[in-house]
């Protein structure tokens, strides 16, 4: 059997802001934005590196979706994002602005760092 986890919903305000921040912020690679109707697109984004798992970019169309962009997860880490070069991406963070929430810090499993996107979202940065 061969299973792999290809695609994480990630709930938006807009896609064109999103897709922004987390191509000039974060250097993700945009590999995919296709019209399905006037209001919806098939957005995948996914960070550089081969075999990572791709977020599709979904906007909040009802006022309870509305009320997720940034907290799909009650507050806790969301996302985690793994690197070959802890030094370089948290030096990326800093420069570009994002809002670190924790950390750095050495832990059992390596560095680790907790930042925020553009609604909220957090992140470990782990290396």
């Not at 807009?14 to 919806?40: C, G, M, P, R």
């Not at 906007?59 to 907290?71: F, H, I, L």
Request: hydrophobic share 40%; proline share 2%; aromatic share 10%.
């Amino acid at each position: 059997m061969n299973q792999r986890l290809m695609h994480i919903a990630l709930v938006v305000a807009d896609y064109d802001e999103a897709i922004h921040w987390y191509t000039q912020k974060l250097n993700f690679k945009l590999i995919e934005d296709t019209t399905l109707s006037e209001v919806k697109r098939w957005v995948l984004i996914q960070p550089p590196g081969e075999g990572s798992c791709q977020l599709l970019l979904a906007k909040a169309a009802t006022e309870e979706q509305k009320s997720r962009v940034g907290n799909q997860t009650g507050g806790r880490v969301f996302l985690f994002l793994h690197t070959d070069d802890f030094e370089r991406d948290h030096e990326n963070l800093l420069q570009k602005g994002i809002t670190i929430v924790r950390g750095p810090s050495e832990e059992e499993y390596g560095k680790v760092l907790v930042f925020e996107d553009l609604y909220g979202n957090l992140w470990d940065l782990i290396g």
